[in-house]
């Protein structure tokens, strides 16, 4: 037995036997996944969005003008360091690396590492490598994904320009004017299946109807929310470009813009998960293609119908922005809230739901 | 939750900011910087600077976040009633929401979420 010392299944032992290997074993695991999303966003972020306003898109490095990214981000980190001058530098050097570690430990409650480890059935058994599967873990996405306007407000406060300033102050009006319809739209589905737990919710819609049809305004509403929450195009009035040249973010140059453009893809990624895990069940799906191809093709699948409404609808006003946030939004999620018990009674009682 | 999702969360946010503290820092000692005036002045369309940018904000920044503190705390009350609304009583959390929608038609009657 000593000889296959270093056979897999000696360090699936190793790793699975100590908790902080394992626990760095499934954060390498998770930023390998939201890395090869974030490179797939940002491509058809670039590539779709061109060709449904008739242009081309990246073409000249690499096919169909793949590497282009590659070659942007080569750029960025060779570019040098620098602080404005009127820059409070503490917290400007350090909101672009609060914001890529707290929209990366998101991915903390969504179950890729379930999917990832149910690749190996045998020897890399799922329960010793999951650890999204605990109880609040809605709660704890949300709330490491709600750390984010303090940080916009930090660094548009820090980067010691008007634009970054405004675009700063506006983030923060946006951020909180669409947290609560954001809560109280994804607790009607935790109103139907009682927990708060991505893992059961999946679980659930496994052998019930996917929520996107048991929950159709709840989805809505929460796209919407979720919309305003990335700050993708009909609300992305913090980085207007056409009023405030780069918003908050205006400022930061070189590899702090790589490390804030990425945050900003890894949110994408990670709420994207979250309407996939939440609205259409997941991993599940027919057997033969694994639970991992499932979920990261739902999960792009879902990034892609949003940059299709990017491209699709014209950027609102803030006052549009708010009215829509506070009299529309909070209303009807309060309402659909309060109805979801009805629905999921008459779900159970029709077999629609089985939990 | 237990000590290993605990763990979890700490080893993620240190991937993380190891990560995002290497892209920052990397660059720094390999490209020597140069600095000139335009360089290190704010960005302001290619003009010069007028005034200080650390302006005063107005007052409705403020009601937009009290407005959001306290809709919050009926939002996490909400959330104990969708995880167990079969074993509570519901009048509570009706009066909150209720007195929520009545405060946010006040707010829109008297104009304050209006942007001006």
Not at chain 1, 185 to 205: G, Y
């Amino acid at each position: 037995m000593t000889g296959d010392f270093l056979s897999l299944a000696s360090v699936v032992g190793l790793v699975s036997g100590n908790l902080i290997l394992r626990l760095i074993a499934v954060a390498i695991v998770a930023f390998i996944v939201v890395s090869i999303g974030s490179l797939i966003e940002i491509y058809i972020e670039r590539k779709f969005w061109a060709r449904i306003m008739s242009r081309y898109g990246p073409t000249e490095v690499g096919r169909y003008g793949s590497l282009q990214l590659f070659a942007d981000a080569i750029k960025f980190i060779s570019k040098e360091v620098f602080t404005p001058e009127l820059a409070d530098r503490t917290i400007y050097d350090i909101v672009p690396v609060l914001a890529v570690a707290t929209s990366f430990v998101v991915l903390v409650a969504i179950p890729f590492d379930y999917a990832v480890s149910s690749l190996f059935p045998s020897s890399f058994h799922p329960s010793s490598f999951v650890i999204s599967n605990f109880d609040p873990s809605l709660l704890v996405a949300f709330g490491f994904f709600a750390m984010e306007p303090v940080l916009v407000l930090f660094g548009g406060w820090a980067g010691g320009s008007k634009y970054t300033l405004i675009g700063g102050f506006r983030s923060a009006a946006q951020l909180i004017s669409y947290e609560i319809p954001l809560v109280l739209s994804f607790l009607s589905v935790v109103a139907l299946t009682r927990s708060l737990n991505l893992f059961q919710i999946i679980e659930v819609q496994s052998a019930s109807w996917p929520f996107l049809i048991l929950e159709l305004p709840a989805f809505v509403l929460f796209l919407i929310a979720m919309l305003a929450e990335l700050e993708r195009t009909p609300f992305d009035l913090t980085e207007a470009d056409s009023e405030l040249v780069a918003g908050w973010n205006t400022e930061y140059g070189g590899s702090k813009f790589l490390l804030v453009y990425l945050s900003e893809y890894i949110r994408a990624f990670a709420g994207s998960a979250i309407i996939t895990c939440l609205f259409l069940g997941g991993w599940v799906g027919p057997a033969p293609i694994p639970g991992l191809v499932w979920i990261f093709a739902k999960t792009i699948v879902v990034f892609t119908v949003l940059v299709w409404i990017r491209a699709a609808y014209p950027r609102v006003r803030i006052d549009q922005m708010l009215n829509l946030g506070w009299k529309v939004l909070v209303p009807s999620s309060v309402v659909w809230l309060v109805l979801t018990p009805y629905v999921a009674n008459f779900a159970v009682v029709h077999h629609l739901l089985t939990l | 939750m237990g000590l290993e999702q605990g763990l979890g969360i700490i080893v993620f946010f240190a991937l993380g900011a190891i990560v995002g503290y290497a892209a920052e820092f990397i660059p720094r000692l390999l490209i020597k910087s140069k600095k000139t005036a335009e360089k290190m002045m704010p960005f302001e369309s290619g003009e010069d600077p007028v005034g200080t940018s650390r302006v005063r904000f107005r007052i409705q920044y403020y009601i937009f976040a009290v407005a959001f503190v306290t809709f919050d705390v009926v939002a996490a009350i909400a959330i104990p009633w969708a995880v167990g609304w079969n074993l509570i009583v519901w009048t509570p959390l009706l009066v909150l929401f209720g007195s929520m929608l009545l405060v946010i038609g006040y707010y829109a009657a008297k104009g304050e979420l209006e942007w001006l």
